[in-house]
């Protein structure tokens, strides 16, 4: 068992080393999503009562759409230079070793995501309610994006046409939206959110232990 | 008169056809694109074969 | 169990039976189309509250109920592609895709045609109508992969894992949104009354449903041998079959 746990925190580390070593796609795929929640107001105006409806859902989808632009990463170097194989060829399970990466993928990308929405929020002047409920929702749902994203990834890797991948996930990716986002309204009404925030930890705990499983078996049919 | 009746379908004609009449097209596209690749199919085989 | 599986995985005696097999379907799937329409369009009185523009419900019930029983095999056959490794499995799922994707098309748009002299509008973004128009976009996503690889078995492996994540996935999406539209919209959508719903009204939809399955079957069957003859065009069985 402690065997296990050693290996999982190698590969963790190796992935979070090499993120930082190479940041630029984070770093722009973060850019991108403060760009796009900046875009909103300019494209809405600011009156109040509508950045406090729409602002919310507003971040989510531009989460959503950041989060698209870094799942390649999960695999990509690996796939490019054959280290994914090696992975496969190892005499631990597959399994273990991918909920590593997708873990190094939410630690470099989800933690940052969840600080800067909550400090677009606290500029946008959004309400604390608000401000909580955007922060419990992201903390939930950006691993299951991270999760799901990994078996289309694990999917689409390599092939022609980078468009598939988004393609895939979005359709996937909406209950989480939608759990989200009435969540977050629940709170700006002052209703409880309770009923939201159990189902996405009910997505969560099925995607943690599904969703490696599925990457795993669609990396050894990729590689096959 | 009757016959009148039935094409009418009570005001509602123009939903109720044009429902119909994709389904018909999408029925008919399906079973037809099925039936011209198996033709297709055997053609090309028994060219390659001979 | 095993071997019978094995057995009707053979590509030869699926040809042989799905030859005997076409032949009955298709006849049960003319009746019921004819007498179904029949009895839909003639027979069934107009309902009190709808008028004629019921009789939708006959084309759009069963192609609704085809296309989630579509996905539902989708995701079966990529079950039993990724675990037995059966060829007919995975040509099944393939050739079932586009076919599924044709029939939610189908579902979608009578029932927008239908809403328009219901509610209206023809569409509501409501909790039904949202969740088909994603099991479409499933069904497009399903089609995309598979034409992405150049190997058709590895087509089929990965189509088969995106399958199984979408079948766990569709009730989350229905009752997700279901929540999502109640909460944001009144019950205003009228849908049709179902406990009493007539005799004269229920037979010709029931026999519409076995017309669309009995189609759907035919279909599929028809486009599965042709693929049967593609992969297996060196054997001898084959040969026989073109000499003739």
Known sequence: ?224 | ?50 | MYKWIHQFGSPKYFYDISLCLSKWVTIVCIVCFISGLYGGLVLAPADYQQGDSFRIIYVHVPAAWMSLFIYIVLAASGAISLIWHIKISDIIARVSAPIGASYTFLALSTGAIWGKPMWGTYWVWDARLTSELILLFLYLGYMALQSAFDDKRIAARAGAVLALIGIINIPIIHYSVEWWSTLHQGPTITKLDKPSIHFTMLIPLILMVIAFKTFYITTVLIKTRSEILKYECNSSWVKKILGN
């Open chain 2, 1 to 50: 008169m009757i016959l009148n009746n039935f094409f009418s379908m009570g005001g509602y004609a123009a939903y109720v056809w044009s429902a119909y009449g994709i389904s018909f097209i999408v029925l008919f596209l399906n079973i037809f694109l099925a039936i011209r690749n198996e033709r297709k199919t055997i053609d090309e085989l028994k060219k390659i074969k001979e």
């Open chain 1, 1 to 224: 068992m402690s065997e296990y746990i050693n290996i999982f925190n190698v590969i963790l580390r190796r992935d979070l080393i090499l993120a930082f070593r190479d940041k630029t796609d984070f770093i722009n795929s973060l850019f991108f999503f403060i760009i796009v929640i900046t875009l909103f107001p300019l494209s809405f105006g600011t009156k109040s009562t509508i950045v406090n409806e729409i602002i919310p859902g507003m971040i989510w989808i531009s989460a959503l759409l950041a989060t698209c632009l870094t799942l390649e990463t999960i695999f990509r170097s690996d796939f490019e230079d054959g280290s994914i194989e090696q992975l496969t060829l190892s005499r631990y399970p597959l399994t273990l070793l991918v909920s590593a990466k997708i873990f190094a993928h939410w630690i470099t990308f989800g933690i940052p995501l969840i600080i800067i929405s909550l400090l677009m929020g606290i500029l946008l002047s959004l309400s604390n309610e608000i401000i909580m409920a955007l922060f419990i929702t992201l903390i939930l749902g950006t691993p299951i994006l991270s999760l799901l994203g990994s078996v289309m990834v694990a999917l689409t890797i390599g092939l022609r046409g980078g468009m598939l991948l988004n393609l895939l996930i979005l359709p996937l990716s909406m209950p989480v939206l939608i759990f989200s986002t009435v969540a977050i309204q629940n709170a700006a009404s002052n209703q409880s959110m309770i009923a939201e925030v159990y189902f996405l930890a009910g997505i969560l705990v099925l995607t943690i232990t599904l969703a490696p499983l599925a990457t795993a078996a669609a990396l050894r049919i990729r590689l096959s």
